[in-house]
């Protein structure tokens, strides 16, 4: 049996290598964070907080900042985060200086799921030239590796969308896949979200027939480096992830959803879509089924 790898080295850089390369003036270096502050009682699931205090107090020397809900969201969907149309997206990329001929590393505090959003939503509106830091601020804080705070921006580039829309996903096709063994659909959140314990959602539960792969559970628990492509691969068989299935992987607003999107397509599954706003639609939906235990 072949031993399994990733794909596509180019689209994750180690801490060495991003220092090593800092002066690049081809790169565009974003601090990603969000941060999400869990309530009870208030029927929202959370408050969005951008994590631009915290880049300003210190970031990756010559980083700039990207606020995703701010940025990079439609302002007027009832639901957090949801994905702009292709070419307005290409035209908020290229406002934050993405676009031909440059390279955009991605990195994240805490967790590196803001990261592989925006490197998602890059791959949908064709751009390829991108790629997250392993481990993100974690392991470069943690090695002691240099900070600044002095704020950068970039000049504004051109970016024309190239769309590929079979890499999201709505509600009625993750609902036309329930039953579907063609198909597999995966939970990114947590163990006590996906069987109903915790309703921070709305209605507890999940997508009936889905099959749970916590986001959180593919990162090394200390630097949040990805996990080893074996280990990776292993935790996506055990549910019945293949890579003659199409996988549809959904969260709380599409955010975890797309650290496990990822890492299927970093293993070589060819059909993979990410579901866009995820439990925070289908669980208020009362016309979409649900399921416990």
């Given amino acids: ?45 959370y408050t969005v907080v951008s994590g631009r205090a915290d880049y300003d107090t210190g970031h990756i020397p010559g980083s700039a900042f990207i606020d995703l809900q701010g940025d990079l969201s439609m302002s007027d969907s009832p639901y957090r985060f949801t994905l702009p149309a292709p070419d307005d997206l290409a035209a908020r990329f290229g406002r934050l200086g993405i676009g031909e001929g440059v390279r955009a590393i991605l990195y994240t505090r805490d967790t590196i799921q803001w990261s592989t959003r925006i490197w998602w939503m890059l791959r949908y509106i064709g751009f390829d030239n991108a790629a997250i830091l392993d481990g993100g601020w974690t392991k470069w804080a943690l090695e002691g590796r240099p900070v600044s705070a002095v704020a950068a921006t970039y000049p504004a580039a051109y970016l024309t969308a190239t769309p590929r829309p079979e890499i999201f996903a709505d509600k009625d096709e993750v609902l036309a896949a329930i039953g579907d063994g063609g198909v597999c659909t995966i939970n990114a959140l947590a163990p006590d979200l996906h069987s109903g314990a915790n309703p921070r959602y709305g209605r507890p539960g999940r997508i009936p027939g889905s099959v749970n792969v916590p986001a959180r559970a593919l990162l090394d628990p200390k630097t949040l480096e990805l996990l080893p492509p074996a280990a990776a691969a292993a935790a996506f068989e055990a549910v019945g992830a293949a ?8 969260c709380g607003g599409g955010i975890a959803a797309t650290l496990d999107a990822f890492l299927l397509h970093q293993l070589g599954h060819p059909d993979v879509a990410v579901y866009d706003n995820s439990m925070s639609e289908w669980a208020k939906d009362e016309t979409l089924p649900i399921e416990t235990g």
Avoid at 18 to 45: M, V, W
Avoid at 243 to 250: D, E, H, L
Wanted: aromatic share 14%; net charge neutral.
């Fill in 243 to 250: 890579p003659s299935k199409r996988s549809i992987v959904y």
């Fill in 1 to 45: 049996m072949t031993e399994p790898r990733y794909r596509y080295p180019d689209a994750v850089v180690s801490t060495d290598w991003l220092q090593a390369n800092l002066a690049d003036p081809a790169l565009r270096i974003f601090d990603c964070t969000t941060y999400l502050h869990y309530e009870t009682g208030s029927g929202k699931p």
